[in-house]
């Protein structure tokens, strides 16, 4: 295995605002050349962790790191603009009285004009936007300013990219198109980026290391889909995908579900636990032909991609409602046997709840 080789990190990172600690003993790597997503709900700190390493905020405890090299401790700090990182944040908005073009070629400042505006009408086009580079930020949409934004932050080729939420406020349509570009664009110029986002299914698309925080930690990082399959907590299963959830106990080794026994290697033998079964675990079957938990379909609905089924199983009173492929579903009447792939089920002691 190729060792990782951080581009950004934070060490041991806590930070108070007031009497309130919101970050607490933080560690957090974004290997070098990576999108990775910081997740987290609403709340958990992920936009301080943002300023904290674009130097934004003060950091108060632990050390920033960027390709080695430390940007901040307690005794030292390097100011944002000599960080040589890109920012796009929500609150970051593009400066009312400048063009595009200005506003794209602000961070270059170093450069003598020509070369500044060369770089700033490149950084343009590869968003899309040099047909604007003469207007003014009120004569663009919110989509088009947060590709001008997006133009700005790489124009000075950073060595780490930080972007808050890019995609958020945007339509469906203009938020898929946008976070393409901004793939494109990152994967183009390499930098280290590190991008917040609440949305699961958008930092499962777009990242290459996912880093899901909650209650001002890191509580689990890696490849999205080690996540997603091998989630080390209820709170990470949970927040990643959908589940189905039984609580039980286990009894020789096993915990009785609705849906049939489960394996149980985590929990102790007596112990309370909790089962998460994510749908794609459930195999549906005609009566006739598998072996398993009997049910029947019962309302589906079709949402696009997916269909919701009903499925009302004859060892519990209570129906399960599940989101599978729309292809190949059985009828709505018909009696299924329903057994499960054990890979994509996790069974965590209720304490962990
Ligand atoms: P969201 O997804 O809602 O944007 P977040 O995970 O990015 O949330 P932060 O914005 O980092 O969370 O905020 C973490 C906590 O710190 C919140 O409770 C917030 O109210 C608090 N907080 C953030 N900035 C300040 C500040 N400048 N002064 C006081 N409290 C703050």
């Known amino acids: 295995m190729t060792a990782i080789l951080p581009g950004l990190e934070l060490v041991g990172v806590s930070h108070t605002f007031g009497n309130k600690t919101v970050i607490q003993g933080l560690d957090l790597v974004v290997p070098d050349g990576s999108l990775t997503c910081l997740l987290g709900p609403s709340g958990c700190g992920k936009t301080t962790v943002l300023r904290l390493a674009a130097g934004l905020e003060t950091l108060q405890v632990g050390q920033i790191k960027i390709n080695d090299v430390c940007v901040a401790d307690v005794n030292n700090t390097i100011p944002p603009e000599t960080r040589n990182v890109g920012l796009m944040f929500q609150d970051y908005a593009l400066f009312p009285h400048l063009t595009v073009l200005r506003n794209v070629s602000f961070g270059l400042n170093s450069l003598p004009t020509g070369s500044r505006d060369v770089l700033a009408k490149e950084a343009l086009a590869r968003v899309g936007m040099l047909d604007a580079a003469s207007f003014y930020p009120h004569m663009l949409s919110g989509g088009e300013q947060q590709r001008v934004a997006l133009a700005r932050a790489a124009a000075p080729s950073p060595g780490v990219m930080l972007l808050d939420e890019p995609f958020s406020g945007l339509d469906t349509e203009l938020r898929a198109s946008l976070r393409q570009d901004t793939l494109r664009l990152i994967k183009e110029t390499g930098a280290t980026?590190?991008?917040?986002?609440?949305?699961?299914?958008?930092?499962?698309?777009?990242?290459?290391?996912?880093?899901?925080?909650?209650?001002?930690?890191?509580?689990?990082?890696?490849?999205?889909?080690?996540?997603?399959?091998?989630?080390?907590?209820?709170?990470?299963?949970?927040?990643?995908?959908?589940?189905?959830?039984?609580?039980?106990?286990?009894?020789?080794?096993?915990?009785?579900?609705?849906?049939?026994?489960?394996?149980?290697?985590?929990?102790?033998?007596?112990?309370?636990?909790?089962?998460?079964?994510?749908?794609?675990?459930?195999?549906?079957?005609?009566?006739?032909?598998?072996?398993?938990?009997?049910?029947?379909?019962?309302?589906?609905?079709d949402l696009g991609l997916q269909t919701k089924l009903e499925l009302r199983l004859e060892s519990d009173d209570e129906p399960v409602h599940v989101n599978l492929p729309a292809q190949d579903l059985p009828l709505t009447g018909s009696k299924v046997a329903v057994s499960l792939d054990f890979t994509m089920v996790f069974v965590f002691p209720v304490r962990d709840r």
Not at 218 to 234: F, H
């Open 193 to 301: 980026t590190l991008m917040v986002t609440h949305d699961p299914m958008e930092a499962m698309l777009v990242a290459d290391h996912l880093a899901l925080m909650n209650g001002g930690r890191v509580v689990q990082a890696g490849l999205p889909m080690d996540l997603y399959r091998q989630p080390n907590t209820p709170f990470c299963a949970r927040f990643l995908g959908e589940a189905i959830e039984y609580i039980g106990f286990v009894r020789s080794g096993e915990v009785v579900t609705p849906l049939g026994s489960v394996p149980s290697e985590n929990a102790k033998e007596g112990d309370e636990v909790v089962v998460l079964v994510r749908p794609e675990a459930l195999n549906l079957r005609p009566e006739s032909e598998g072996q398993g938990i009997i049910a029947t379909v019962g309302g589906r609905r």
